[in-house]
């Protein structure tokens, strides 16, 4: 905005008037408040599994996970230092369960995933329900409902969080419970949802069998039957030029995303396969579940290997590379914007 020197000593001057009223002027800042496309704070970032791990696991000797309440370590993205952020409106951290641990029982108005990345046998229990976890298996903590975790097994349970913690933040609508006991009463033997849910059907409504919630039936989606249908997708379709092969996990109760705030899906990229460029709105975190790659936003190349993390922000182009059959999980705030009828993208 171009003034001449009068105008503008003149409008700092009324500016300064009225500052103690807690008065500002929209012209000065519209610009940034309206901008013209998507403009994130959050940078590109790749964290890599192992060195990650290793500093997990020094942490794992150090505090356990019931004096932590939840033994993680956050993955904070560069451009949103102090905010506990991987993109404005998500969080990830990597979580730690030693050999005979519980993580205390409690629920929160936050909701979360769990995608296991390392170990077998552990469990995640959703009021009283244990879904026993596997690499690569993904498990639901929807917000307001009780989970504990436990580890029964005799090694190490690592598994990557996804909340919607910042969204949460910016409504300052969060509540938080902890339960009397370490951990919740057994309500139904491990798997029961999965049985009842699992299969594209569900118990008939009114039903003394129909037990979980309306809204959010089903909150375990193992890599036992992801990856087949992956797979069986890959030999029947053909590839997406800007996706590859790529399936979204679904709530069974209505089709859409697996949280209100939250979605999430995998993908399959042959070797040699490149995708065309892609923008989208939402702030996207992936995580490496087979192969190698490369992936190129806004032109900088990003190595993937195995179990290694990377977010991409709003609107920045993104192109993937596979060197080998590449496999990719991944959740973003899709399921909130296109709520909020802000989701857009662009392919090239």
């Known amino acids: 905005m171009v003034l001449a020197n009068d105008q503008r000593a003149q409008l700092e001057a009324l500016y300064a008037e009225m500052l103690p009223e807690h008065l500002t002027p929209l012209w000065e800042s519209l610009a940034e408040l309206v901008r013209p496309q998507p403009r994130s704070p959050a940078r590109v970032q790749r964290w890599s599994y192992d060195v990650a791990r290793g500093y997990l696991l020094r942490a794992g000797d150090l505090i356990s996970a019931e004096q932590a309440e939840r033994r993680v370590l956050i993955l904070e993205n560069a451009g949103l230092a102090g905010q506990s952020a991987i993109v404005p409106s998500l969080y990830a951290g990597l979580q730690l369960i030693l050999p005979g641990e519980i993580a205390p029982s409690h629920r929160h108005s936050q909701c979360a995933l769990r995608f296991v990345l390392e170990g077998d046998g552990a469990f995640t229990a959703l009021d009283g329900e244990k879904a026993i976890m596997r690499p690569f298996d993904l498990v639901l903590t929807p917000g307001?409902?009780?989970?504990?975790?436990?580890?029964?097994?005799?090694?190490?349970?690592?598994?990557?969080?996804?909340?919607?913690?910042?969204?949460?933040?910016?409504?300052?609508?969060?509540?938080?419970?902890?339960?009397?006991?370490?951990?919740?009463?057994?309500?139904?033997?491990?798997?029961?949802?999965?049985?009842?849910?699992?299969?594209?059907?569900?118990?008939?409504?009114?039903?003394?069998?129909?037990?979980?919630?309306?809204?959010?039936?089903l909150f375990h989606y193992p890599y036992a039957q992801w990856r087949p249908a992956l797979d069986a997708m890959a030999r029947s379709a053909e590839v997406d030029p800007h996706l590859g092969h790529a399936l979204e996990f679904l709530n069974p109760a209505d089709g859409g995303a697996i949280m209100p705030t939250i979605s999430a899906h995998v993908r399959l990229l042959p070797a040699g396969f490149e995708t065309r460029p892609r923008r989208s709105t939402d702030g996207t975190v992936f995580v490496v579940v087979e192969g190698t790659g490369t992936a190129r936003v806004e032109g900088q190349d990003i190595a993937l290997g195995p179990r290694d993390i990377m977010v991409v922000p709003s609107w920045h182009e993104l192109v993937l590379l596979a060197a080998t059959d590449l496999v990719l999980f991944a959740y973003s705030d899709k399921a909130a914007q296109e709520k909020l009828n802000l989701y857009k993208e662009m392919n090239e």
Do not use: C
């Not at 097994?153 to 990557?160: C, E, F, K, R, V």
């Open 144 to 217: 307001g409902q009780w989970h504990d975790h436990g580890n029964p097994s005799d090694q190490p349970m690592i598994w990557l969080d996804g909340l919607d913690i910042p969204t949460v933040r910016h409504f300052d609508a969060s509540f938080a419970e902890h339960l009397s006991e370490k951990a919740h009463k057994e309500t139904a033997p491990p798997g029961d949802t999965l049985a009842r849910y699992g299969h594209n059907m569900r118990p008939m409504r009114g039903s003394t069998a129909d037990r979980r919630p309306v809204h959010q039936p």
